[in-house]
């Protein structure tokens, strides 16, 4: 007969098991936002793709406006009010819906994009199939730019929402006029752009010692 080479486990012992998801951001990259200088280089980058006005635009567009990227690749043509000059914003997530104005040189980037598109969709940004774009799509042209630019870190088109409320914040856009860009339904997740930034406390002592 032969012997079990099997061992008995003792119930207090707990079995540890590994996580095989995806690890957090901070393992990623060293901070989720662009400095002026990373987002200039990024923009340089896209610039320099094959269709390098359009990549462009997806991202000064998703930058000014703190876009997710389901709420960017919505955007449609009659979207845009070209007499106001405002753009329609529709966000996911249970954020706020909002109009926004558009810069001037987003306008004319946008007015050019409308009339180089071809074939022409209701979509704003478009494949040259003239299919609107996946988030994968744009994932990866994002990506694929900021390794391109050299930036130190991976960046996401996320990457550029968290940049408005950073540059914004750090330019002393008050707690509501941010919330009201960026969507937010909670102020509390506005208030985290304001409490990194130090520029509510520039001047704090000045005229009391």
């Known amino acids: ?92 997530k249970g954020s706020i819906d909002g109009v926004h104005y558009m810069e001037r040189d987003e306008a004319n980037g946008l007015k050019r994009l409308q009339r180089e598109q071809d074939p022409k969709s209701r979509y704003i940004f478009t494949s040259e199939r003239g299919q609107a774009f996946t988030r994968f799509a744009i994932n990866k042209m994002i990506a694929t730019a900021g390794r391109n630019a050299k930036i130190s870190f991976p960046v996401h088109p996320h990457c550029l929402r ?14 509501w006029r941010l919330q009201k860009l960026m969507g937010h339904a909670s102020m509390a997740n506005t208030t985290k752009y304001v409490a990194m930034s130090p520029e509510p406390l520039k001047d704090a002592w000045r005229g009391k010692r």
């Open 1 to 92: 007969m032969k012997t079990s080479r099997l061992k008995l486990v003792d119930p207090a012992v707990k079995c540890r098991v590994g996580s095989s998801g995806r690890k957090p951001n901070t393992e990623y990259r060293k901070r989720e936002y662009l400095t002026q200088d990373e987002l200039a280089k990024l923009f340089a980058a896209l610039k320099a793709n094959r269709h390098g006005h359009r990549d462009h635009m997806i991202a000064l567009v998703t930058f000014l406006h703190g876009l997710r990227v389901s709420e960017l690749i919505d955007l449609r043509w009659d979207d845009l009010d070209w007499r106001k000059g405002t753009i329609q914003i529709r966000r996911l």
């Open 162 to 175: 968290h940049t408005t409320g950073t540059v914004q914040a750090n330019g002393g856009m008050d707690a």
